[in-house]
């Protein structure tokens, strides 16, 4: 089936400190893999992806990681500062054409 | 360029009532996608339309259904109201659909259910 674990589901971090969010895919045939950032009271945004043909990518202070053998990517954001605080979600293609998302993890970077 | 807007923000319904949500998308784009948010359930998707015809639905009861006009604009109603319809509902439009790119989210209607 169709799923998407995200782990941690809260991360606490202090001002400066990195902050690492994990996700595993089931779906074999998925080839992209977006980040999306909830701040409260908003929609979910954009904040960076990745496609299957490539491992890594970095955005400044944020980057993502894939690895398609385990079906697992990363989030990783160096130098947290408070407005990094929000709710993160991960997801994943399918086959079958829809965008599925992780549960979601809750960063508190407290400065 | 305006963003996705959706209508109404926050509304209360009870038991058995029905309810529809409407959003307009972003101008150009022909897909829009529903979600419904619930705490610790995350995103769940609801459907695809793009170009007027449904492309993708999900995993919920016949009582959730949408169309899309030929504006783009969409609507989802849910018919026969249950407490745990309670959620923040996100409609996302997009050039193609979010699978190969960017959705871009309204701020969301929030249903409570009494």
């Known amino acids: 089936g169709e799923n998407v674990e995200q782990h941690p589901s809260t991360l606490s971090v202090q001002e400066g400190d990195s902050a690492v969010i994990k996700c595993t895919y089931s779906d074999s045939a998925s080839n992209y893999f977006p980040w999306y950032k909830q701040e409260l009271g908003k929609g979910p945004q954009l904040i960076i992806d990745?496609?299957?043909?490539?491992g890594e990518k970095k955005d400044q202070r944020i980057a993502v990681t894939l690895n398609k053998t385990a079906k697992h990517f990363s989030l990783h954001i160096t130098e947290t500062q408070p407005e990094d605080s929000a709710v993160y979600f991960c997801?994943?293609?399918?086959?079958?054409?829809?965008?599925?998302f992780g549960q979601g993890t809750t960063l508190q970077v407290k400065p | 360029k305006a963003g996705v807007t959706q209508t109404p923000r926050y509304l209360i319904k009870t038991r058995g009532q029905q309810v529809t949500l409407s959003c307009s998308p972003i101008?150009?784009?022909?897909?829009v996608s529903w979600y419904q948010q619930t705490p610790g359930q995350g995103l769940q998707f609801l459907f695809e339309y793009f170009s007027e015809t449904q492309r993708n639905k999900g995993n919920f009861p016949g009582r959730f259904s949408g169309r899309q006009f030929s504006n783009s604009r969409s609507e989802m109603n849910v018919s026969t109201l249950e407490l745990g319809d309670s959620a923040l509902y996100l409609c996302?439009?997009?050039?193609?659909?979010?699978?190969?790119?960017?959705?871009?989210f309204g701020e969301g209607s929030r249903l409570t259910v009494l």
């Open positions: 101008s150009g784009h022909r897909s």
């Open positions: 997801a994943a293609s399918s086959n079958t054409g829809k965008l599925i």
């Open positions: 996302a439009s997009s050039s193609e659909g979010g699978h190969t790119g960017e959705l871009f």
């Open positions: 990745i496609r299957s043909n490539v």
